[in-house]
């Protein structure tokens, strides 16, 4: 399937998506990293690994999230997506671009869903006194950080632990599992197809 990954940022998780798709057998093929801030890393990370790379700035279109994602459906059906991967994408999405992706779209969010949705998991995780924190890969539906679990990992909270530290611990254990859980996607989807 061709596979499109949105970014906001850094792009690790888009790094390791790349990485893992670069096998022969995997059963996704990149087409296309977008990025809603001009300025991301993970742009020149994916041009480096010769993936086209663009940006669509939401900045221009102001409150007009629609339009935005109208810019963004023109650059992915332009590319030929068939599954979109977000990988540390920050902007929200609208029912309409969720719905027309519908069953075509997984992120990955850095908690135990359905624990700690939205920002600031590990803090929330520390705060409550969890002994564990993780990630989830998931397919997106209009709710935020909602839709069915695809595929989770977790990791012990351990003593002096900061939300800084288990981010860090957690960002490898989730390079590992989004490449497996898109895979199981991609499974899904071509059953379906
Ligand atoms: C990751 O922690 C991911 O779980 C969350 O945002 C972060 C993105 O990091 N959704 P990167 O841009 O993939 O390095």
Redesign the pocket.
């Known amino acids: 399937l061709n596979l499109a990954i949105l970014?906001?940022?850094?792009?690790?998780?888009?790094?390791?998506l790349l990485k893992a798709a670069a096998a022969p057998d995997y059963p996704a093929r990149p087409v296309l990293v977008l990025s809603n801030r001009p300025d991301a890393l993970?742009l020149e990370t994916a041009l480096a690994a010769g993936v086209q790379a663009v940006a669509v700035d939401h900045k221009p279109f102001g409150k007009d999230r629609e339009a935005f994602e109208r810019a963004m459906d023109t650059a992915l059906v332009g590319a030929g997506t068939q599954i979109i991967a977000?990988?540390?994408?920050?902007r929200v999405l609208t029912p309409w671009f969720v719905e027309k992706w519908q069953g075509r779209m997984i992120?990955?969010?850095?908690s135990l869903l359905p624990k700690y949705k939205g920002l600031d998991t590990h803090q929330r995780a520390l705060d409550a006194g969890e002994t564990e924190v993780g990630?989830t890969v998931h397919w997106v539906s209009p709710g935020v950080d909602d839709g069915e679990i695809i595929q989770q990992a977790s990791l012990p909270i351990l003593p002096g632990d900061t939300a800084d530290t288990l981010?860090a611990r957690?960002?490898p254990l989730?390079h590992a599992l989004y490449p497996e859980a898109l895979a199981r996607a991609c499974t899904r989807i071509a059953q379906a197809d």
Not at 7 to 16: E, F, K, P
Not at 86 to 90: D, I, K, Q, T, Y
Not at 107 to 110: A, K, Q, S, T
């Open positions: 970014i906001s940022g850094r792009g690790s998780n888009m790094a390791a993970g977000l990988a540390g994408f920050m992120n990955i969010h850095p990630a981010a957690l960002l989730e």
